[in-house]
């Protein structure tokens, strides 16, 4: 009997109100012209100037910039900006940045991967070759070898210039995507990074039938309405397609019906993200991703593009709620700032959430998937239930708190801290109404917010996500996400509640919270961000303040270490926020010649950062200095330009051309200007 239906698809440094200005958008490190009316822009554009100014967190050094890559509107007028940092123009593996910021231009959060200092040869001395021949040795199989480029990879604070080569193939046990990064000096493997991570029709897994699904006019599983999402036979590649607009007979050892399954899940989990969460489809941009089922293993996959569906030991395909939403919660992972996760158990957790989101969204009735915090449990993929258990993780002998050894721990099992986080944030210790109780590690009483407002909370998280992210990164960010969603600081007592639930402790960057709107605080930018001082002139930026919350306060402005021969002057050096002052650079004619990062720091009852890139011993376009004339006298520390240098002289000289060795060498290079 067809009892299936479809519908054809043709139809961390947290800031508190930190303004920086009403600018126009324009790539990260120039000067942003003046704003359109857009709010998103006008967001853009305000973290556009931050990331250029390096302020608070993502301070950078004089050879680096920051290139802005991806902008993701969040609920509430908030928008999410992710930069990649360069040095020297090549790529920073490891030294990427989020900005969050919001329509009215104000920056709420900044984020970094890291505060290392590079300093690093351009010029590699292993071949490219030879870094793919290492690469290629790290699969057990090899298909094809992808990609290539040089990088600047930063691991743990430490920098080195890398050749990072894509190797696709097998390792001895499941498909592999991965990322080789390979020392350009020594040839030594850095590091591994893996894309793959395990992880109307009629239904076996979920229901009542008949299930509606999105399908195109031609019956084929392909929803138009949701660009990318398809499902196809993984021995074929074909998707599927058919006569008549039914599909599947029921039974989960159909890929048909395991198609079924996975295109319902799918796109329940896209309304999902777009009603409660305020992303614009799985990807993040409107799009989404091909399902195949057929896999000959007891497994799931997410591979950075696909998403590969296998069977449980009696040879039914597990394309369940869970297990959909968690492999696309992967890819989620992966499209969101800092890409994906690799410390031991935030993917896999990370995948988790997105499933049990997905199921309480779905809300199906029993005997299908309904919400329950449990994952496999449908599909009960080796025999003995579900495989993990979000309110108490050690049911399955998985650990319930975060300790110093998970980061060693097998990924799946180390996910256990991050899934009963979020159950104590959803649902806290003693939720009734059926759902089982959650024992904290702290043996503190807790009470959830929901799991809608935690989904909120922790999605808020990933879009503070940098490369690198750890547990420990994961607080901060979620305490973030929390208070910039919450003014009055109850969702960010929760969620750190639920933290210190699970014995993960407080960290040096989380941010604090009180519930009064009209604490003090202020924003802090120059303008312009970077000037050329010719040796024995001065180059002068704009110190701009405004109170952002509260009343105004009295700021004490200083700059960090400046290079010999520099000083600086501001003008005044006190002043009350909602002021300006002036800086003024001058440089000695002895001054050494170089490009430098000064910090500035406006301290009051808040504190706050900004950076000014100070080019020292170059006039800069035109060179500021005196053309040189072969009639003048020139005397001890004079400055000259000539054919696109400046020049100092040691001694008294005249007639003698600068750039040539001349009877006595009197004029030293100072470099192009």
């Not at 290492?134 to 070898?145: E, F, N, P």
């Not at 390979?182 to 894309?195: E, F, I, K, N, P």
């Not at 409107?286 to 998403?307: C, F, H, M, Q, R």
């Not at 969702?491 to 210190?500: E, G, N, P």
Request: proline letters at 6%; one cysteine or more.
């Amino acid at each position: 009997m067809n009892r299936g239906t479809t519908t054809a698809g043709t139809v961390l440094a947290l800031i508190a109100g930190l303004a920086i200005g009403a600018t126009g958008a324009s790539p990260a490190g120039a000067d942003p012209s003046p704003p359109p009316a857009n709010p998103q822009a006008i967001a853009v554009s305000a973290a556009d100037r931050a990331a250029a100014g390096g302020l608070d967190a993502l301070a950078k050094g004089p050879n680096e910039q920051y290139e802005r890559q991806l902008v993701t509107p969040w609920v509430d007028d908030l928008y999410s900006v992710a930069y990649q940092r360069t040095y020297r123009g090549l790529p920073v593996i490891g030294g990427d940045a989020v900005v969050l910021a919001d329509g009215k231009g104000r920056v709420r959060a900044t984020q970094a991967a890291t505060n290392a200092q590079i300093a690093v040869t351009t010029q590699p001395t292993v071949s490219a070759g030879a870094a793919e021949t290492t690469s290629k040795a790290q699969l057990a199989v090899v298909d094809k070898v992808e990609s290539h480029r040089l990088v600047v990879r930063v691991k743990d604070g430490n920098s080195a210039l890398a050749w990072e080569t894509v190797v696709a193939g097998r390792t001895a046990t499941a498909p592999s995507r991965l990322h080789v990064f390979v020392d350009a000096s020594t040839g030594a493997v850095l590091d591994t990074t893996d894309d793959v991570k395990a992880g109307t029709g009629n239904s076996q897994w979920n229901g009542p039938n008949p299930l509606t699904i999105q399908t195109s006019g031609s019956y084929t599983l392909r929803d138009t309405t949701r660009p990318g999402l398809s499902c196809a036979d993984y021995s074929t590649g074909q998707v599927f397609t058919k006569s008549t607009d039914s599909w599947g007979n029921g039974q989960a050892t159909s890929k048909e019906t395991g198609c079924v399954d996975a295109m319902w899940a799918a796109q329940k989990e896209w309304d999902m993200l777009g009603t409660w969460l305020g992303r614009n489809g799985h990807n993040g941009n409107g799009g989404s991703w091909p399902v195949k089922v057929g896999l000959n293993e007891l497994n799931a996959y997410w591979d950075g593009s696909t998403i590969t569906i296998g069977h449980n030991q009696s040879n039914q395909w597990i394309a369940s709620m869970d297990v959909i939403g968690h492999e696309f919660g992967h890819g989620i992972d992966q499209n969101t700032p800092g890409g994906t996760s690799t410390e031991a158990g935030l993917g896999e957790g990370t995948g988790d959430i997105f499933g049990a989101l997905t199921e309480a969204y779905t809300n199906e009735p029993s005997p299908y998937d309904v919400p329950d915090y449990t994952v496999g449990e449908t599909v009960n993929l080796v025999g003995q239930g579900p495989i993990r258990y979000m309110y108490k993780p050690s049911t399955n002998g998985d650990p319930d708190c975060y300790s110093s050894s998970i980061p060693s721990t097998e990924v799946h099992k180390a996910a256990g801290p991050l899934n009963h986080w979020f159950y104590l944030l959803a649902e806290g210790t003693n939720p009734g109404g059926g759902k089982p109780a959650s024992p904290t590690c702290n043996n503190t009483t807790l009470t959830g917010v929901g799991i809608q407002q935690a989904g909120k909370i922790f999605y808020g998280g990933m879009l503070l996500k940098t490369s690198g992210m750890t547990y420990k990164k994961y607080r901060t960010v979620t305490l973030n996400s929390a208070k910039t969603l919450d003014p009055t600081c109850a969702l960010f007592a929760k969620t750190k509640a639920a933290w210190d639930a699970v014995s993960l402790p407080a960290q040096p960057n989380d941010p604090t919270c009180t519930s009064n709107p009209g604490d003090p605080d202020f924003s802090l930018a120059l303008n312009p961000t970077s000037g050329n001082v010719a040796l024995g002139g001065d180059v002068t930026t704009a110190v701009n303040t405004t109170t952002t919350s509260g009343s105004a306060q009295s700021l004490t402005l200083t700059t960090s270490t400046l290079p010999s021969g520099v000083t600086a002057e501001f003008t005044p050096g006190t002043i009350q926020s909602g002021a300006n002052s002036s800086l003024k650079f001058s440089a000695s004619s002895t001054a050494t010649p170089g490009t430098y990062t000064v910090t500035v720091t406006a301290t009051g009852t808040a504190t706050h950062t900004a950076q000014y890139t100070l080019t020292v011993g170059s006039g800069g376009p035109g060179c500021n200095a005196p053309a040189w004339n072969a009639n003048s006298v020139y005397t001890n520390g004079s400055v000259v330009s000539y054919q696109g240098h400046t020049y100092r002289a040691k001694w008294w000289t005249q007639g003698e051309v600068p750039g040539t060795t001349g009877q006595w060498g009197v004029w030293v290079d100072l470099g192009a200007c």
